[in-house]
């Protein structure tokens, strides 16, 4: 089995999860580097992905010159997180 005929275990399947997904529709699971999705296959691939986890979301100066940040959208993110899936159209993008 190649490493990327694997992938086709990350695909949706619509019926694994009740949480809403994100208002945000253009933010999918590709919207990424290559680093993030070979991490979420290494889960996958060592049965990780049904235990629960920590994962920081960040960034690496103030925008706008500012000397704090107040987060807001912490909702949408945790909606992205429980409806993450790849799409069959995604494990083709990857594959090629």
């Not at 694997?6 to 990424?32: Q, W």
């Not at 979420?40 to 100066?61: D, G, I, S």
């Not at 010159?65 to 912490?74: D, E």
Request: hydrophobic share 40%; no cysteine.
């Amino acid at each position: 089995m190649s490493e990327t005929s694997g992938l086709s275990g990350l695909a949706a399947d619509s019926n694994l999860n009740s949480t809403p997904g994100p208002v945000n529709n253009l933010v999918t699971p590709l919207l990424t580097d290559l680093y993030q999705i070979t991490m979420a296959y290494a889960y996958w691939k060592t049965n990780q992905h049904n235990k629960r986890a920590h994962f920081e979301l960040f960034f690496r100066k103030n925008p706008f010159g500012g000397s704090y940040t107040l987060f807001a959208g912490l909702d949408e993110v945790l909606k992205f997180l429980a409806n993450f899936r790849f799409k069959e159209d995604d494990i083709r993008f990857l594959r090629k």
